[in-house]
């Protein structure tokens, strides 16, 4: 069981939108500016996409964006791309004894 | 260029102790900017956070595994390691290496990942 609640999948065609949903508590979320998000396509590493709630590593396409509202923290996507098909994984601080928790991940399919 | 590269057996017998290297390259692990740290993933399933370390030695577990885990940093070699004790085929996993900002924790560069089965 992760600490952090996701969406098993989420699924939309392509120009459209999504939002993938991250919840936790007032222990981590909630609690720290700290959520980031990660994606992984099949056989790779993760890559970060989104760090400290809303902020885009450099070359991290501007589709992309982060925001959050008490214990629950989203990852957006614009203008979805075939590309975008993977597994996303939130990520949040949890105090300085549990230190770092994930998401169970989300599977977006691009319709 | 940062790189990170995992290193290791790839099978490991029950009850016994799983050991990695990550050697880092195009960056030093001296640098007072970040951790370096150990992530894993079981074959169809999430992420774990396994530990980090900075490179004057403080270190940092996952309290599920803190009883099993150590981390290593060998600043002459520019590696960090990982060593985890009597393992089970739930240890079984790819194995990532991993830089994280110090200010933050995220983890912006990534090893490739190894994987590392427990079975006798």
């Known amino acids: 069981q992760s600490a952090l609640t996701q969406p098993a999948s989420v699924s939309g065609s392509p120009g459209q939108s999504i939002t993938i949903s991250c919840t936790g508590t007032s222990s981590d979320v909630g609690g720290y500016n700290f959520v980031s998000w990660y994606q992984q396509h099949p056989g790779k590493a993760p890559k970060l996409m989104i760090y400290?709630?809303?902020n885009r590593p450099s070359g991290v396409s501007n589709r992309f964006s982060g925001s959050q509202s008490g214990n629950t923290a989203s990852l957006s996507i614009s203008g979805l791309q075939a590309e975008d098909e993977a597994d996303y994984y939130c990520?949040?601080?949890?105090?300085?004894?549990?230190?770092?928790?994930f998401g169970g991940g989300t599977k977006l399919t691009v319709l | 260029q940062l790189q990170l590269q995992e290193s290791g057996p790839g099978l490991v017998k029950p009850s016994e102790t799983l050991s990695l290297t990550c050697t880092v390259s195009?960056?030093?692990?001296?640098?007072?900017?970040?951790?370096w740290g150990w992530i894993r993933q079981p074959p169809g399933k999430g992420l774990e956070w396994i530990g980090s370390i900075y490179y004057s030695g403080n270190t940092y577990y996952n309290p599920s595994l803190k009883s099993r885990v150590t981390i290593s940093v060998d600043t002459s070699k520019n590696q960090f390691s990982l060593r985890l004790t009597f393992v089970t085929a739930a240890d079984t996993a790819v194995y990532y290496c991993?830089?994280?900002?110090?200010?933050?924790?995220?983890?912006?560069?990534w090893g490739q990942g190894t994987l590392v089965t427990v079975s006798s």
């Open positions: 400290d709630v809303s």
């Open positions: 195009g960056g030093s692990i001296s640098s007072s900017s970040y951790y």
């Open positions: 991993a830089r994280a900002r110090a200010s933050d924790g995220d983890f912006f560069n």
């Open positions: 990520s949040s601080y949890a105090s300085r004894s549990t230190f770092w928790v």
